[in-house]
């Protein structure tokens, strides 16, 4: 009991001592604090800051304040601006909604355009309004179009109805056609079949292939073959392959395999090689088939 009551007393007295150094190499240095109350965090304290550091810290808050105002934040209070700063924000304020007004953005205040403005705004409504129209994307409201307005974007509709039409893709409506584009469109389409039947691509219809067409298309997937057959890739079928090309890839396999074996460098199989290649090959040399 008395061992213990002595440690304990040993503990007590070493905490005391060293209580005052433990706190201060907790503290944050003056730096330190500084740091924190510039980026707003919770480890401030601002009773220890020096006189200079308070009027660096207030510098800082202040143009963080502005740089909030600036981008519309609610941290911002207007109240603490400078007559400068609540200038340049009213400034780039009104810049901001009127560049919102000709930009069709929803967060636009029409009434604090100026006439000016408000004229500028509306012409760029009616051009986005036109281009719309012209394109079939966005708002387009025809009621807003003039005749000559409507005339161009009919004109443009029409164009862009044939060219999708001509290339598979968008809206094509064939009924919009007239009978120039129509056999403008088909000769498109029999021309974009064909190309997808010889390349091997997907939507291929072999059944609008002309009789020359289908004879390249079949030349074409032949040759495709070989080369998949030579690259050793998966898609090849060797039963397509001629008895001719079978004994070409034949012999250039073997050779492969024999030049492997030699080097003792990639895929060797010493099981394939003739006798007369097996007594070329090193000693030392390790296949590497399975």
Avoid at 131 to 160: M, N, W
């Amino acid at each position: 009991m008395v061992v213990n009551q002595r440690i304990r007393l040993w503990v007590q007295l070493a905490c005391l001592i060293l209580w005052p150094i433990l706190s201060v190499a907790q503290s944050p240095s003056p730096n330190q604090n500084l740091a924190a109350c510039k980026a707003g965090r919770e480890a401030c304290d601002r009773s220890k800051l020096s006189q200079s550091q308070t009027a660096e810290l207030d510098t800082t808050d202040r143009a963080r304040n502005a740089s909030d105002c600036r981008s519309g934040f609610d941290s911002c209070d207007r109240s603490k601006l400078t007559a400068p700063q609540a200038i340049a924000l009213a400034v780039a304020d009104h810049e901001r909604n009127v560049s919102d007004c000709k930009g069709g953005i929803a967060s636009c205040d029409l009434s604090r355009l100026t006439p000016t403005e408000a004229r500028e705004s509306s012409m760029a409504a009616r051009q986005r309004n036109i281009a719309d129209c012209k394109e079939g994307i966005g708002d387009c409201d025809h009621s807003k179009l003039s005749p000559s307005e409507a005339e161009v974007v009919d004109t443009s509709r029409r164009q862009l109805n044939v060219s999708d039409c001509k290339n598979g893709a968008g809206l094509c409506d064939h009924s919009k056609l007239t009978g120039s584009e129509a056999n403008e469109v088909t000769a498109a389409e029999h021309q974009r079949n064909t190309q997808n039947c010889e390349n091997g691509w997907n939507d291929c219809d072999h059944s609008k292939l002309t009789a020359m067409e289908a004879n390249e298309t079949v030349v074409a997937e032949h040759q495709r073959n070989i080369s998949a057959c030579r690259s050793g890739l998966e898609t090849c079928d060797y039963a397509k392959l001629t008895p001719t090309e079978a004994r070409t890839l034949a012999d250039a396999e073997q050779r492969r395999n024999y030049t492997a074996c030699v080097k003792g460098y990639g895929y060797c199989d010493r099981s394939r090689l003739t006798p007369s290649e097996a007594e070329t090959i090193p000693a030392d040399h390790k296949s590497v088939s399975r």
